[in-house]
């Protein structure tokens, strides 16, 4: 089945420490997206890349990093110097020709021990 | 600074009952508007407007797109428990990056 995994779907962080979320897609979509969400404030985009070996900073990067090596894998890494990472974070896939809608996978929910 | 605004933040309505979920925004360069539907995890798409007066229906769910107003409507008649979820509305403002940018979202909860 086509679609976005990703993992894990619970991840655990200590202080000083940097954690990778995993985004994956089988969609040959060529635009990946990272998003944030917290209680009461919707998704915030945190990066986005649309095409294999370029990505650019949305509107919260700071304390994050990304690479995008091959089309169907945008990596999200949270630093040690991200002061707040708990949150609910989204990966979405969109085919950028076709100009069509995202697609979500199924988030990890990030917490800190 | 580009934004959308949704409202009602939250409402609790019975089954049956119909909703009207509001979303205005303010953008440089408007392409598109677009619902999710978001349960426990992934948002799932519903529409995406991009011409003023053009109704888009779904079963009960349908949306309309009002560019002069700057807003759009999500309209659900006769509603289940199963459409308690949050509904995000976005707006896309790009120049083909596909950025979208979301309201705080409405969550709804229908009692039976």
């Known amino acids: 089945d086509g679609g976005i995994t990703q993992s894990p779907k619970y991840l655990f962080r200590k202080e000083g420490q940097n954690v990778t979320l995993s985004c994956e897609q089988n969609l040959n979509h060529d635009a990946m997206y990272w998003y944030r969400q917290d209680p009461g404030q919707g998704l915030r985009l945190i990066y986005y890349?649309?095409?294999?070996?370029?990505?650019q900073k949305g509107d919260i990067a700071e304390g994050y990093s990304v690479s995008r090596e091959k089309k169907e894998s945008f990596p999200l890494t949270v630093t040690s110097a991200q002061k707040n990472p708990t949150a609910f974070y989204l990966c979405?896939?969109?085919?950028?020709?076709?100009?069509?809608?995202?697609?979500f996978g199924d988030g990890t929910r990030l917490s800190i021990l | 600074e580009d934004k959308v605004v949704q409202s009602p933040l939250s409402l609790v309505v019975h089954e049956g009952d119909t909703v009207t979920l509001n979303c205005s925004y303010e953008v440089t360069n408007f392409r598109s508007l677009l619902w999710y539907k978001q349960e426990k995890k992934a948002p799932t798409f519903l529409f995406m407007l991009t011409s003023s007066g053009i109704e888009k229906k779904s079963g009960r769910l349908s949306s309309i797109l009002d560019k002069k107003e700057l807003s759009s409507i999500l309209n659900i008649t006769a509603t289940q428990t199963g459409d308690s979820a949050i509904y995000l509305c976005a707006v896309d403002g790009s120049s083909n990056t596909g950025k979208l940018i979301f309201g705080q979202g409405t969550t709804l909860q229908v009692k039976p």
């Open positions: 890349s649309q095409i294999v070996n370029d990505f």
């Open positions: 979405a896939s969109r085919h950028r020709a076709l100009d069509q809608p995202q697609h």
